[in-house]
T-cell receptor
Framework: EAQVTQNPRYLITVTGKKLTVTCSQN?????MSWYRQDPGLGLRQIYY???????DKGDVPEGYKVSRKEKRNFPLILESPSPNQTSLYFC?????????????FGPGTRLTVL | LAKTTQPISMDSYEGQEVNITCSHN???????ITWYQQFPSQGPRFIIQ???TKVTNEVASLFIPADRKSSTLSLPRVSLSDTAVYYC???????????????FGKGTKLSVIP
């Protein structure tokens, strides 16, 4: 089954404690990205990657890091989380072929930073 | 990047046709228009995509005028389960020359009333 998986689904942490949210897809997609969703602000892109070792900033990259060492994985790293990073995070992947930009989304990770 | 503007919210009664319009005055030649639907605490899911004129699938229709500066998502005979947030995206992926950054914006919250 084609899917995007994220772990953990829920996380409560404290300010400054480094954390990683994993994202994996089994569709051999070139493109992967991370979004955060906050009430009243919609869905905002954090980082995206067009292929292995290629990453670019989205609209709100401050405070986040990503890496793309393998095609299937795209972890989101918060080196020093702060309360303003409390949010619902979605990972997504898509193929770049044929002008298609249908994105497959993961189930979401609800992060609370105290 | 082409910026999109949508109504923040809309209400409709069950069984009615709903039209949600998105403005994208700065759309580029290679940009496609894509609509997504999102239910609470779930990732967005693809509804329909088009480049020009009219596109129809089993879920919705997408109307794009000749100047492509706007588009209208049409949902026929909505039901309560269509209550969701609808996002209009404009972007170009796959051509090798366009931006791969996707901006979802705040979307349109559709509430279907019994």
């Amino acid at each position: 089954e084609a899917q995007v998986t994220q772990n953990p689904r829920y996380l409560i942490t404290v300010t400054g404690k480094k954390l990683t949210v994993t994202c994996s897809q089994n569709m051999n997609h070139e493109y992967m990205s991370w979004y955060r969703q906050d009430p009243g602000l919609g869905l905002r892109q954090i980082y995206y990657s067009m292929n292995v070792e290629v990453t670019d900033k989205g609209d709100v990259p401050e405070g986040y890091k990503v890496s793309r060492k393998e095609k299937r994985n795209f972890p989101l790293i918060l080196e020093s989380p702060s309360p303003n990073q409390t949010s619902l995070y979605f990972c997504a992947s898509s193929s770049l072929a044929d002008f298609t930009d249908t994105q497959y989304f993961g189930p979401g990770t609800r992060l609370t930073v105290l | 990047l082409a910026k999109t503007t949508q109504p923040i919210s809309m209400d409709s009664y069950e069984g009615q046709e709903v039209n949600i319009t998105c403005s994208h005055n700065n759309i580029a030649t290679n940009d496609y228009i894509t609509w997504y639907q999102q239910f609470p605490s779930q990732g967005p899911r693809f509804i329909i995509q088009g480049y020009k004129t009219k596109v129809t699938n089993e879920v919705a229709s997408l109307f794009i005028p000749a100047d492509r500066k706007s588009s209208t998502l049409s949902l026929p005979r909505v039901s309560l389960s269509d209550t969701a947030v609808y996002y209009c995206l404009v972007g170009d992926m796959g051509s090798g020359a366009g931006s791969y950054q996707l901006t979802f914006g705040k979307g349109t919250k559709l509430s279907v009333i019994p």
